[in-house]
């Protein structure tokens, strides 16, 4: 009773292919596949763009310079002795 049969499987198929019909599911396999293809040619390309950007970036120094801006708090957290 927990796990569906050949036959459970094949009658959802007919309901779906009943229902939406056979050019609606293969239009739908067609976009499906199209976005799949684009997203993998996004993340090859992004992954390109990225390797090539951070090989050229420059690299940050990270200093401790102070800020003078009035807005700015400058906080020491000390621990109660």
């Keep these: 009773m ?3 049969s050949i036959w459970h499987w094949l009658i959802v198929l007919l309901v779906v292919v009943l ?4 050019k609606k599911l293969k239009n739908i396999g067609a976009d499906l596949g199209g976005a799949v293809k684009g997203f993998k040619d996004g993340v090859k ?5 990225g390797d090539d950007a951070a090989s050229n970036a420059p690299v940050q120094q990270v200093g401790t310079q102070k800020t003078t801006d009035a807005n700015t708090v400058d906080v020491e957290a000390r621990s109660k002795s």
């Design 2 to 4: 927990g796990s569906f």
């Design 19 to 22: 229902i939406f019909g056979t």
């Design 45 to 49: 390309s992004g992954s390109e763009a």
